[in-house]
């Protein structure tokens, strides 16, 4: 079993900044790829960023230019750097991870976080 832990939402005013993290545990071989998704009322839960082992990101258009996703891979932690924020940012967070574990390396299993309030308002 792997366990993920979100800490680091908030209240923001509009313009400000907040750090995310999610930090993984358990019997983990490796995690090819980490992931934020977010979800407001009355909408779907979308994509906002991913981050691979191999290095490789990518974002979400409404967030590009704004969010950095980053990766301590000896933590199994991955973090997102929210900047300029905005009040359409309001959303509950989610981490996303597809692991690896150490009884079966060729078999991948996605986990998600508890979510965590994001709300940005003046």
């Known amino acids: 079993q792997v366990h993920l832990v979100e800490s680091g939402g908030g209240l923001v005013q509009p313009g400000g900044s907040l750090t995310l993290s999610c930090a993984a545990s358990?019997?983990?071989?490796?995690?090819?790829?980490m992931r934020w998704y977010r979800q407001s009322p009355g909408k779907r839960r979308e994509f906002v960023a991913d981050?691979?082992?191999?290095?490789?990101?990518n974002y979400a258009d409404s967030v590009k230019g704004r969010f950095t996703i980053s990766r301590d891979n000896p933590k199994n932690t991955v973090f997102l750097q929210m900047n300029r924020l905005k009040p359409e940012d309001t959303a509950v967070y989610y981490c996303?991870?597809?692991?690896?574990?150490?009884?079966?390396?060729?078999?991948?299993?996605?986990?998600w976080g508890q979510g965590t309030q994001v709300t940005v308002s003046s």
């Open positions: 981050a691979l082992s191999s290095g490789g990101t």
């Open positions: 996303n991870v597809d692991v690896r574990d150490l009884v079966q390396h060729t078999s991948t299993n996605t986990y």
């Open positions: 358990g019997d983990i071989f490796s995690i090819p790829a």
